[in-house]
């Protein structure tokens, strides 16, 4: 019943929308008479654009961030469908200094941030960031970069590449009209950059300022210059930008990869009938919930650290000595003890560099032609120090004395004997750069003929150079507490001394890259017949969009035997230096060169994935599109109403390239699919009242499958080739069908106040499923198979007969289903001080599964905050202005079940919120009108934390501390 009715959407939406486009060419064909092209004309003057409003606000009194705010009102109120926009009252004073943290302030955006607290991208409406299709003037975006702990695998694209100073304005639409790119299922985020005829007359704007995080404790100076000009007939214009930022990164934290719990065998758990020195099968006592990365020795070790806590090197450790030395505890609950799979606090310091240009040109010859052409470019060079030193609870053989455990078998404190760490330095470099050009231009052949057309290319690439150092320290016994926020302990050594005995043993070096490699390739145009509200427009698209992932690993088999040579244990405490959280740390640049590193960076082969875990592989995909669509204006009751309605349909050739390794054999394979879709979509707005307008859409969206899912790696897990792990080049796009009903209030000014409920349907959402196909399907050759393999499959009717379990994503056979609403309030309050004003916005948020696969799907949804708000109160006059924000997300679960083989265990990540002020002062009677401006994000130094299935299990802890930002800008 619910794809009849999508059905039934679609094909109606369809028919109306080809009677309209019938009626409405022929209304043009009979009016054309002088009369009619004189009215047409008229009619033209008096209603401009939503643009061209916008851009006329000039008039208003409001200046500063009251004035972006007012631009974005009148757009909201002049839009047919449901779109958010945010605006730069002048080039280079964009209102925030993140892209992505001016976009959190719009209701139904979810911010996700980096570690160090940056805003990386938005998610949209319950549905992960990958669903979000991101474009720049209307061109598709792809970026190589990734973030300090993001995979960035899929089509995630990161905002802090741009800097916000070369943007004048941010477009969300969160209802799809028939011209806009497919891809995005939630929506589509639009970044406008600055251009020449954007002000009326030649300036240059210049911005200076320094950043100063508590936690890098050193200053990070940025600056900009963009100067405009316009020839003397206003015809002809020339921008240009660029911007250095020379940025700190300071993050200190705590990570635990998990938790775990030991894997007792039958002589330690008490199964006196059983073999003492295997191990109870899972649902037994003592292997209750699996897990089991915790080995308790099964006899005494014989080192200092056992002698010293009063343990008898060689005695058994069985039932018995561990009741003993746990009192109170029995052997079943000793061994359900969770504890860190790795504990380990992380210190991460290093340089953000970035420098950027943006480059455009505009020549409007006569009022009939607009041509543009636009150049960026942005290179970032970014270096991380991070260091952490690990408890070893995963493969570890600590043993317990005198454990405490809570309700959930959670270790509240305890002593540990036989305990070691090891340090762990992984010193990241890397460098990405991404540019793009994007000519384009508007040509009217006549007062109600207009023609829109636009190209891009654009290209980026990183390189990240990520060595890893470790090296173990002698065994210890620990006090270990954890009092709820993080475990903390005390040791029997000073891992902050280089002296303390390191060694090698059991440690390693390895080097681990990655290469990244991002195209889009874009060509665009549409044909309007009719004026700004009462038109039919068709259009064509093409795009490419390009990308490869590959890692290059050498996980010790070469550089590590020649570094511990020229390094052994007797000169390693010459290469470690007392760190800055604690514990040790390595001395990066005498240990690369007296190891000869860059050789065997330069030299290391080809690895299946880098040390992000993203798969070595890439796409290569051909995208064209074209659409029919309807604007117009009518009136019921006496009260205008505009509607849009149009139909896109897009074709999709997709070919998937990854490694393949079958009987030793190393290859690339390529894997290739197509599909298209038809996304009908209509909005309608009704001025009901004066100062009132209601809406409503209905849509059809999509987002392509993840091409990570689709990767052609085949593994076999058996010697009879029964069970295969492979990509699946035949997953199929999601596809929503969305309707949103609202509404808004305007109350005057910037003010409003607004309402939106909406409704997504997902099809095609993706989990971890099981497949039975023929052999000759996996696209393997039968002769790269071992002689078992071989054997095998022939023993099963042979390679054309033979079937194989394939274990891959697949799409569910179940709608995933997002309800919520969405609640604005914009109101200035001159009434009570002039220039005073607050905004805020709720989002809340329900997701459910409806089908067959609906247990599996809802598994497989996670990482989305099911509530979220921001508030900002602000004030201004002529000279001097303020903000307070505050922006809150509620937890959610990050991961889904079964983690580390236990099966009730998730990750969840913890609700944050995060207070921000920003102030200024203009020197009015000073030249350029200098305005200094002093922020400070994160004043009360929020974390970022989760934990692993219980609030006192944490999973990972980040403290980005609190930023002060001092600088000056203006304009000449």
């Not at 078992?788 to 390679?799: D, E, L, T």
Request: proline share 5%; charged share 20%; hydrophobic share 35%.
């Amino acid at each position: 019943m619910q794809k009849f009715a999508r059905n039934t959407l679609s094909r109606a939406l369809g028919l109306a929308l080809l009677g309209v486009a019938s009626s409405t060419a022929f209304a043009q064909q009979q009016a054309a008479t002088p009369a009619a092209e004189t009215q047409a004309t008229q009619a033209q003057t008096e209603s401009q654009s939503t643009q061209d409003q916008v851009t006329e606000l000039d008039r208003v009194v409001a200046s500063g961030f009251r004035q972006s705010l007012e631009y974005s009102t009148l757009a909201k109120r002049e839009s047919t469908g449901f779109v958010d926009a945010i605006f730069a009252e002048d080039i280079g004073k964009f209102p925030d200094v993140n892209i992505a943290e001016s976009l959190a302030r719009i209701p139904g955006i979810q911010l996700n941030r980096d570690v160090n607290n940056e805003g990386l991208n938005v998610a949209i409406r319950g549905l992960p960031s990958s669903f979000t299709k991101t474009t720049i003037n209307g061109q598709s975006v792809a970026t190589a970069s990734i973030g300090l702990d993001n995979l960035n695998a899929n089509r995630e694209v990161d905002l802090n590449l741009f800097p916000t100073e070369f943007f004048t304005q941010l477009q969300v639409y969160k209802s799809p009209t028939a011209n806009l790119p497919e891809g995005g299922a939630s929506g589509v985020v639009d970044m406008r950059n600055v251009r020449p005829f954007d002000n009326p007359e030649s300036q240059v704007t210049y911005v200076l300022q320094a950043d100063y995080n508590d936690i890098a404790e050193e200053a990070s100076p940025r600056g900009t210059l963009i100067g405009s000009w316009l020839n003397e007939d206003k015809t002809f214009g020339v921008l240009a930008g660029v911007t250095s930022a020379r940025g700190k990164l300071g993050v200190e934290g705590y990570e635990t990869i998990g938790w775990t719990n030991p894997n007792l065998t039958n002589a330690q758990c008490g199964n006196g009938a059983a073999v003492p020195g295997a191990f109870p099968a899972l649902g037994q006592p003592c292997n209750l919930s699996g897990g089991n990365g915790w080995r308790i020795p099964d006899t005494v070790p014989n080192n200092a650290s056992t002698i010293g806590a009063g343990l008898t090197p060689g005695q058994q450790i069985d039932a018995a000595l561990l009741q003993q030395l746990n009192p109170g505890l029995t052997a079943a609950q000793i061994g359900e003890a969770l504890i860190p799979r790795l504990g380990r606090p992380v210190h991460m310091s290093g340089d953000r560099d970035r420098d950027a240009f943006l480059g455009s040109v505009q020549w409007r010859p006569n009022e009939n032609t607009d041509l543009y052409m636009d150049v960026l470019y942005t290179k970032a060079e970014r270096s991380n120090d991070r260091i952490d030193v690990n408890l070893i609870g995963r493969n570890g053989g600590m043993i317990p004395i005198d454990m405490q455990l809570d309700a959930n078998n959670v270790v509240t404190s305890a002593t540990f004997s036989n305990a070691q760490y090891f340090l762990e330095a992984r010193p990241y470099n890397e460098e990405v750069q991404y540019w793009q050009v994007t000519p384009g231009g508007t040509f009217y052949f006549a007062d109600d003929v207009k023609l829109d057309f636009a190209g891009s290319y654009s290209r980026s690439w990183m390189r990240r150079d990520s060595p890893t150092i470790g090296f173990n320290s002698p065994f210890t016994t620990i006090q270990y507490t954890n009092g709820g926020e993080l475990p903390t302990w005390t040791t029997d050594i000073d891992l902050n001394d280089p002296n303390a005995g390191w060694t090698w043993t059991g440690g390693r070096i390895w080097v681990q890259n990655e290469k990244r490699v991002t195209e889009t390739k874009g060509l665009n145009a549409s044909l309007r017949l009719g004026d700004d509200r009462n038109n039919v427009s068709f259009g064509i698209a093409y795009d490419e969009n390009y990308r490869t992932i590959v890692g290059f690993g050498d996980t010790g088999t070469s550089w590590q035997p020649y570094a511990q040579s020229q390094v052994p244990d007797s000169a390693l405490a010459g290469y470690i230096k007392p760190g800055p959280l604690g514990f040790v740390t390595v001395d990066f640049d005498r240990f690369m060169a007296d190891t000869n590193y860059a050789f065997y960076r330069d030299n290391a082969p080809e690895a299946n994935n880098s040390n992000t875990s993203a798969s070595t592989g890439g796409f290569d995909e051909a995208n064209t599109a074209a659409f029919i669509m309807v604007n117009g204006e009518s009136e019921i009751w006496n009260r205008n109403l505009r509607f849009n309605m149009g139909v896109r349909y897009a074709m999709t050739d997709q070919d998937i390239s990854g490694p393949v390794t079958i009987a030793g054999v190393r290859q690339w394979r390529t894997l290739s699919s197509d599909y298209n879709e038809w996304l009908p979509s209509f909005s309608a707005a009704w001025d009901v009242a004066e100062d009132v307008v209601l809406r409503t859409s209905a849509s059809r969206t999509m987002t392509r499958p993840n091409p990570s899912s689709m990767l052609p790696a085949t593994t076999f897990s058996d010697i009879s080739a029964q069970v295969a792990s492979q990509g699946n080049p035949d997953l199929t796009p999601y596809t929503s069908t969305n309707f949103d009903f609202g509404g808004e209030w305007y109350t005057g000014g910037e003010g409003f106040v607004g309402l939106t409920l909406f409704n997504k349907r997902i099809e095609g959402y993706t989990y971890q499923g099981v497949t039975t196909r023929p052999f000759t399907e996996l696209g393997i050759p039968f002769d790269t198979l071992t002689d078992s393999q071989r054997v095998a499959i022939n023993s099963r009717g042979g390679p054309n007969v033979a079937t194989v379990n394939v274990q891959q994503q697949v799409n569910a056979d179940a709608e995933l289903e997002i309800r919520g609403w969405e609640a604005i309030w914009v109101q200035p309050l001159s009434v009570v001080l002039d220039g005073l004003g607050f905004m805020a916005n709720y989002s809340k948020i329900d997701i459910s599964a409806i089908g067959k696969d609906a247990r599996a799907l809802e598994s497989n949804v996670y990482g989305l905050s099911p509530s979220l708000w921001n508030a900002t109160v602000y004030w201004e006059n002529d000279v001097a202005a303020a903000r307070l924000s505050y922006n809150w997300q509620e937890g959610a679960a990050a991961s889904g079940a079964n983690q580390q083989g236990i099966p009730f265990a998730q990750l969840y990540g913890e609700d944050r919120g995060q207070l921000d002020l920003s102030t200024s002062y203009t020197l009015v009677n000073v030249k350029s009108k200098p305005q200094i401006f002093f922020n400070v994000t994160n004043i009360t130094g929020e974390e970022r934390r989760s934990f692993f299935a219980f609030e006192n299990a944490v999973n990972d802890w980040y403290d980005p501390g609190t930023t002060y930002t001092l600088g000056v800008r203006g304009t000449f």
